[in-house]
């Protein structure tokens, strides 16, 4: 299986306002050198809770957020160095699906025109190709070709979501990136969002980056998980790995919290300690683990030295004691 995207040493700064006129302008670190890839066909998952860096990860990957440094090459080629014609020509390989379908539509055109939108924006194919196309997407997720004439707010959340999708498909994109894309709508209506979109990643063959911050919505759809914590992956590998045995303790956390889990605890999981407090400030990072004063397994080597992704098993982990959480 050919490698769709591959990541690396991704970095994104925001510059903040001086504390002073002499002082040196402070920057917050969102995401601080981060590597993953994605082969053709395949789903990634990253995840975390809010203010993690996952949106600005995957942002600053198709270029909708400025990175400060780090590569990103798509198809072989370096998405971060081309200008912007060339890029403008990648955008038809990548789409986003965006998390609020009652905001990311325009609520003053109809449909039709809101999903035909991408192909006139492109100038791909003739006028009737594209209304012909826009037709055929209608079907494919599951709308109706009578509904082409309504305007957003005459369709329901879960229906939104299905336009919003079928515009993304439009120009034929390898990768959709979709952010948080059920987050918005009724527990129903997710799981028949999440089954459109497993079932398009079969039939059309698309590859994946879904970014979530709950752990069992993203285990419905994707193939691997990157768990990300204050800007840095901590813990990444195959879904089923993942969920079997986690061994970074914030994986462990974000699992036992998981609304979609409560009941379906994963095989080999163990309901860890609670963790506490807030993460620390991205503005200064601590020197050793960003998660150590958080970290029910924490010692005075964690506040030391920040640990790096390293091969345990199947899964690569950040964590200088892997493993499962202790049991009291």
């Given at each position: 299986?050919?490698m769709?995207?591959?990541?690396?040493?991704?970095?994104?700064?925001?510059?903040?306002?001086?504390?002073?006129?002499?002082?040196?302008?402070p920057?917050?670190?969102?995401?601080?050198?981060?590597?993953?890839?994605?082969?053709?066909?395949?789903?990634?998952?990253?995840?975390?809770?809010?203010?993690?860096?996952?949106?600005?990860t995957?942002?600053?990957?198709?270029?909708?957020?400025?990175?400060?440094?780090?590569?990103v090459?798509?198809?072989?080629?370096?998405?971060l160095?081309?200008?912007d014609?060339?890029?403008?020509?990648?955008?038809?390989?990548?789409?986003?699906?965006?998390?609020?379908?009652?905001?990311?539509?325009?609520?003053?055109?109809?449909?039709?025109?809101?999903?035909?939108?991408?192909?006139?924006?492109?100038?791909?194919?003739?006028?009737?190709?594209?209304?012909?196309?826009?037709?055929?997407l209608?079907?494919?997720?599951?709308?109706?070709?009578?509904?082409?004439?309504?305007?957003?707010?005459?369709?329901?959340?879960?229906?939104?979501q299905?336009?919003?999708?079928?515009?993304?498909?439009?120009?034929?994109?390898?990768?959709?990136?979709?952010?948080?894309p059920?987050?918005?709508?009724?527990?129903?209506i997710?799981?028949?969002?999440?089954?459109?979109?497993?079932?398009?990643?079969?039939?059309?063959g698309?590859s994946?980056?879904?970014i979530?911050?709950?752990?069992?919505?993203?285990?419905?759809?994707?193939?691997?998980?990157?768990?990300?914590?204050?800007?840095?992956?901590?813990?990444?590998?195959?879904?089923?790995?993942?969920?079997?045995?986690?061994?970074?303790?914030?994986?462990?956390?974000?699992?036992?919290?998981?609304?979609?889990l409560?009941?379906?605890?994963?095989?080999?999981?163990?309901?860890?300690?609670?963790?506490?407090?807030?993460?620390?400030?991205?503005?200064?990072?601590?020197?050793?683990?960003?998660?150590?004063?958080?970290?029910?397994?924490?010692?005075?080597?964690?506040?030391?030295?920040?640990?790096e992704?390293?091969?345990?098993?199947?899964?690569?982990?950040?964590?200088?004691?892997?493993?499962?959480?202790?049991?009291?």
């Amino acid at each position: 299986m050919s490698m769709l995207m591959d990541v690396r040493g991704l970095t994104v700064r925001f510059a903040l306002p001086k504390p002073s006129i002499f002082a040196e302008r402070p920057h917050l670190e969102a995401v601080r050198q981060v590597s993953f890839t994605l082969r053709a066909g395949q789903a990634l998952g990253i995840v975390g809770e809010s203010g993690s860096g996952k949106t600005t990860t995957a942002m600053a990957a198709i270029r909708l957020t400025e990175a400060a440094g780090g590569k990103v090459l798509f198809d072989g080629d370096d998405l971060l160095a081309l200008d912007d014609e060339n890029m403008r020509q990648r955008r038809r390989d990548i789409q986003l699906i965006f998390q609020d379908p009652y905001s990311s539509l325009n609520p003053r055109a109809r449909v039709m025109d809101i999903v035909r939108e991408p192909m006139d924006l492109m100038e791909i194919g003739t006028p009737d190709e594209r209304v012909e196309r826009v037709k055929e997407l209608f079907t494919l997720v599951g709308l109706r070709e009578d509904q082409l004439n309504l305007f957003p707010h005459q369709f329901s959340g879960g229906q939104r979501q299905r336009i919003s999708i079928a515009r993304a498909l439009t120009t034929n994109p390898k990768l959709l990136v979709c952010d948080e894309p059920v987050s918005a709508l009724d527990v129903a209506i997710q799981a028949q969002i999440l089954n459109l979109l497993a079932d398009l990643k079969d039939r059309l063959g698309l590859s994946y980056l879904f970014i979530s911050h709950d752990l069992g919505v993203v285990r419905h759809v994707c193939d691997e998980v990157a768990v990300m914590y204050l800007g840095k992956i901590v813990e990444q590998g195959p879904t089923e790995a993942l969920f079997a045995a986690p061994q970074h303790p914030y994986t462990q956390a974000l699992l036992a919290a998981a609304p979609s889990l409560a009941r379906r605890k994963s095989k080999g999981y163990v309901r860890p300690l609670k963790v506490k407090g807030d993460p620390p400030s991205p503005i200064n990072p601590p020197p050793g683990c960003a998660f150590a004063e958080r970290c029910p397994k924490a010692q005075s080597l964690c506040r030391e030295k920040a640990p790096e992704l390293e091969n345990h098993g199947s899964l690569q982990v950040a964590c200088h004691f892997p493993g499962p959480p202790d049991v009291a």
